[in-house]
Every structure is written in C-alpha cells, then in structure tokens.
C-alpha cells in the first residue's frame, strides 16, 4: 500500500536568546493511505510544534531545520512559501488549533470569518454562500448560525465552526490540536463523532492530544512523543495492547478508566529541558527499567507496524516480535 | 444510611435564582423577567471523612454550590449545617472563624495564584488574613505545607515565581494554600482538569495521603467521571440547577439509572482500539438554546424517553441502598 505521508527526520527548534529550544528533534514516521494518526505526549512534547511544522507556520523564533515532508510524493517542505501557499496551505493540509474557539474574532458574524478565510485563498466571491453553507453543514450545524457571532454560540458549536473554518477549501488531511479539551463531556462526544465521520468522507486526520483514550475514537496509527522525539509509534492495537516502551506503558497505566481496579497509576517526575536534552535516552531518569546502556542514544528498532526506541528492544530475538 | 454523628455538612434545600437583565426593548414591551435558576432546592449529606462529588457539565450549577457552601455568595434559600452549625446564620465574625475550617482549591493553576507574588507569600497569605502566628511562625507553615504536597527542596520552591513553575506543580501550590491553615472541609473545584491525564493521578493521590494523614472531608466538583471514581465516595450528578441521580459512587457509575447519568457515561472513551469501528452512543437530543422547561423535569427536551408525565416535577426517591434518582421512569 502506497504511504499517503512519509515524515523524514523532522527537526523543528526555537530559536531564543538563551539557547535553542528543541521542540521536534529528529521526527519520523510514515502513514498509509486512509490512515488517521494520533500523537500523544504530555504537555511541552513538542506534539504542537509537529503540527505546525507541517503546516510550515511556525512563528520566529520557531524554524524547521532539517527533514522532508512527503504528502503524495510532493516534499512540502522542499517547496517555496509562495507554492506552498497557493497549493498546499489550507487546501490539502488545515489545521485546528489549540484553544482556536476562543480565538474568534467577537466582532464579526460567522460569515463574514468564513468569508475571510475564503476570500485569503482567492475563492470566487460569487460562489462564497454556498461553500459557507456547504461547510457549515458539514459540521452538523444549521446554516442559521452564520448570522450569529461568537458570544452567541456554545463551546460545541464554536467548536465546530472553527472545523467547518479548516474544511472550507476541501483538504484531503486535517491537523487538530486538542480539539475536544475545554469541552463538555456530551459535546466531546459530538465533536468525536463529527470527526469519524470526516474520515469516512475521505479525510485523514492526524489528531494531537494528550489524551490517550480519545485517540482510540479516531486513530489508526499512534506516535507517543517525549522530549521532542516519537519514542515508539505503532498500530492502536500495538500501543494500547502491547505498549514497548515503558513511558508508553506509565502512560497507558495513568489513564482513568471507568471499570476495573481503582489502582491509581501516574508517571513520576519531569520532561527533561529541550534546551539541553539529555545525551542518551531521553526518559532515563524517570524509566524503572533503566540501564547503563540508556545513557547512550537508544536504537530505532522495527516492530511489525511501526517502530521502538528503546534498548530493551535492542536484542534481536525481542525485535522479531 | 448514616447517623448524625459522623455528618460532617449537611446542605438542605439550598437555592439561589439569577437575575437576568432584560434589554430596554425587552423592559417597554413588558416581557416576563427571566431567571436562571443556578440552583433549585439541593439537598445532600457528606460524611466526616468521605469525599462527595459534585458531578456536572458547564452550567448545571455545581460551581454556584461550592460558592454557597463557602458563603462565598449568599443563598436565596435554604440551610447549610457545617459540624452541627448553621453557616447561613453566622454573622461576619463568626463566618471568619468557619472559613478557617473550610478552604477552596480552584481549577486553574495559572489564574488562581497571582503571578506577582513569590510563592512563600502564595501560602503565607490565610494566615496573614487570619493574623495567625508571627511572621517566623508563619513562615515554617509554609516550609511545612510545600513539603505536606512533595514540593520539594520547600526552601527552593518557596522564592520562586508561579512561572518557574509546571501546572501540575502550580496545583500543588494551591492545595498547600489550602492546606495551610489546617481546614476540616476542603472544597476542590476541578482540581485536575487543566493537568495533563499522566499528572492527575498523582495530585489525587497526594489529597487521599492528606485526608487520612488530616482527616479532611473533601466536596470534588467535576464533570470528569472517570477520574472521580478514583478518590469519591459518594456521587451527585447535577442537572440544570437539581440532582438528577445520587447515591455511592460504585453504584451510580456501574448501575446509572438516570438518563442523564446514562449519557454522561455513555459519552466517556475508554481507551480501546475497537472504538475506531463504532460510534459514540450519543443518545439525547442537542440542546438548541437555553430555553428551559418552566415546569416539569428539566431534563424535559433532551431526555430520548420523555413521557407525559414528565411535564410535572419529578423527585429524588431511593431506589436501592442509598441510591436516588429523580425521574418518573423509576421505579420500574
């Protein structure tokens, strides 16, 4: 099966006065076609700065300074800001941004924010109602929203609206950032719900949160970052059913669950400073399995859908798993 | 059911109705006043010791009770017995004596603590206000309450600023503000919900070590329902100003009787790879506005199996052990 995209040794660092910050640090990993991903890691991973590297919107002191990005045999990042605009931005790749249902503009209708989106991307005034319309239907909403403005929607349906904002240009791949924290239980499940059903139009989604059991609603395909790098990524089956990598397990382990024992499980400890990330493995020192050898960089190694970076891997009798 | 003895606060048919302002045009042409009934004769009963959990999306009214619990905002109606004695009748001398007893941890790290402040003066300020102590003997409090929540080395910590600091750590800072003058009830509203999932545990765990090393009765506000099956004891799901469901927490999770209960749960993501093949059971109707029911169950326009009857208001009956539902589909 053809891979839909293929992420190349992605390096995303921020550039500040007192040291660069590196947020992605060396990202790679590859989808097939119909194929949603889920990133999952804890605050400050650096799972947002993926997302906005794709999206080549990373604001200075923020810069991509290594990889390629390969959407359907095109590297976007190989591409010029001018191309990239006009072809890829919006169009084949959107993104729903963290927090992006407080960022409505309060003095404007939902059609006139709409309207701007698509009058940005040089879309025919006279065709501009009905893909608005067409947009805002897609989401679920009624087109009477469009008068309305923001104060006067729900956190579901702002929601929503910003979704319908990121699909107005047809995209065949959406990027959403937590799109469902901040949300009401019943509206989470509304917006899980709105999002199965983009991808059985035909979209992939690659959904970045730090919950790990929404993920399971939507995708195919799950990178568990840490500290900058995807220390394992794999098949939902693989992650949630034999998790490799042990910040993978704490994290499996954390996650509150309705039924079952009332064990309560976290990971101890800190990220470390992506200014001066450890040299070795980045998890050593909150790791209980731990070794000497982790204090060099651990090896990527091959598990049936995806990959471990982890040494307790490393022996090639448990690598033929 | 539980003696007297052992009740810790007892909250009887509390009330308060909101005002909400009517525009000029809506005032000449006469129209109704429209009041929001934040919150619609509650009752309910915490046990010295336990942790009750308030249970509740956006505007069912759970905050508003925390602030009347605390006095914070003044009932309209209604009876809050705190320890034998009626908070809602304490003059302003009296009241500040109980508020030594009762303390709040908000749910946002970042906006409850002021970022100006060093975090020794954070945790310094209830004794401050309370005149507690000299400043020496204020100070080793604080010392003690950053090592009572595992902020360590305290001394470090405590000259820091709330933005050297991570969200789950600022969380702790908060709870050791709580803490500090050594309260007999705290009430948390949302303590975990800005954490990260991988965090929240460990700031559950740290106030069930704090209730049994203190003996502290905690009322936990959330609409996190997996999360509160870790640390409650007792579960009151709060729809639109009422209880609609309340009993143990065991009981009410794995046993939902009340359509409402039986949505919130339904709409819970356990984390399963199967989830990707199905879709989520949303079974009520979307609500479209606020326009609420004026008489009848509140749950009126949402509920998927509202009958006649409905129209006329239903009450909180026991159905099994300790289990209430308020809702004319029981008993069956």
Not at chain 2, 224 to 246: C, F, N, P, V
């Amino acid at each position: 099966m053809k891979d839909s995209l293929i992420i190349e040794n992605l390096k995303s660092y921020y550039f500040t006065t007192v040291g660069a910050v590196k947020a992605v640090d060396n990202v790679s990993f590859s989808l097939k076609k119909g194929e949603s991903v889920g990133i999952a890691g804890e605050s400050a991973c650096g799972k947002s700065t993926l997302g906005l590297s794709i999206m080549r919107m990373l604001q200075p002191p923020g810069k991509i300074v290594n990889g390629k990005i390969i959407l359907h045999d095109t590297d976007i990042l190989a591409m010029s800001e001018h191309e990239f605009t006009k072809k890829v931005r919006w169009k084949r790749i959107a993104m729903v941004f963290q927090g992006a249902m407080n960022a409505l503009d309060p003095v404007y209708s939902i059609k006139d924010q709409l309207k701007e989106v698509l009058k940005y991307h040089g879309f025919p005034e006279n065709e501009m109602q009905e893909r608005i319309i067409e947009a805002v239907r897609q989401v679920g909403l009624d087109p009477s929203v469009i008068d309305r403005h923001p104060h006067e929607l729900s956190g579901g349906m702002k929601q929503r609206i910003v979704i319908a904002m990121a699909l107005i240009l047809r995209p065949e791949f959406v990027i959403a950032d937590e799109p469902t924290t901040a949300l009401d239980v019943l509206v989470q499940a509304q917006i899980i719900n709105l999002l199965k059903k983009l991808k059985k139009e035909g979209m992939t989604i690659m959904l970045i949160t730090h919950d790990l059991a929404i993920i399971s609603e939507i995708a195919e395909k799950i990178g568990i970052m840490y500290a900058g790098e995807i220390v394992e990524f794999g098949s939902a089956e693989q992650i949630y059913n034999e998790p490799k990598h042990p910040y993978t397990q704490a994290l499996i382990a954390a996650i509150p669950r309705l039924k079952g024992e009332k064990k309560i499980s976290y990971v101890k400890g800190t990220p470390p400073n992506l200014m001066n990330p450890p040299t070795g493995c980045r998890f050593y020192d909150r790791c209980p399995h731990a070794m000497d050898v982790c204090k060099q960089d651990p090896p990527s190694i091959k598990i049936k859908d995806g990959f471990v970076r982890c040494w307790l891997y490393e022996d090639s009798k448990k690598s033929q798993q | 059911m539980q003696s007297t003895d052992n009740l810790f606060v007892d909250v009887r048919s509390l009330r308060k109705w909101f005002q909400v302002k009517r525009t000029f045009a809506e005032t000449m042409h006469s129209k109704e006043e429209k009041v929001v009934k934040a919150v619609d004769d509650i009752s309910f009963k915490i046990p010295k010791g336990s942790v009750f959990v308030l249970a509740g999306e956006s505007g069912s009214g759970k905050t508003t009770v925390a602030r009347l619990i605390l006095r914070a905002i003044e009932p309209d109606n209604g009876n809050v017995f705190f320890n034998g004695t009626d908070i809602t009748k304490l003059n302003e001398r009296e009241l500040k004596a109980f508020r030594i007893n009762a303390q709040m941890v908000h749910q946002d790290p970042y906006a409850s603590i002021d970022p100006r402040m060093r975090i020794m003066e954070i945790v310094m300020e209830p004794l401050s206000v309370h005149k507690i102590g000299s400043k020496k003997e204020q100070e080793e409090k604080v010392f003690r309450a950053l090592e009572e929540v595992r902020l360590e080395p305290a001394a470090d910590i405590a000259y820091r600023y709330p933005h050297m600091l991570s969200g789950g750590q600022r969380q702790r800072v908060a709870i050791a503000r709580a803490l500090v003058l050594k309260p007999k009830f705290i009430v948390a509203d949302e303590p975990v919900s800005m954490l990260d999932i991988s965090v929240r545990a460990e700031i559950l765990e740290l106030m069930q070590s704090l209730q049994k090393k203190h003996d502290i009765t905690y009322l936990y506000i959330t609409h996190d329902l997996s999360t509160a099956r870790y640390i409650g004891d007792q579960i009151a799901i709060m729809y639109l100003g009422k209880i609609a469901e309340m009993g143990p927490i065991d009981k009410v999770l794995l046993n939902p009787l009340h359509p409402y209960t039986q949505a919130l749960i339904d709409a819970i993501s356990e984390p399963d790879p199967g989830n990707l093949f199905k879709e989520k059971m949303v079974r009520i109707k979307t609500e479209t506005g606020i326009e609420r029911v004026s008489t009848g169950c509140n749950f009126y326009n949402r509920c998927p199996y509202a009958m006649d009857i409905c129209k006329t208001e239903p009450k909180l009956i026991e159905i099994e052990d300790s289990h209430y539902v308020s809702c004319f589909l029981y008993p069956k």
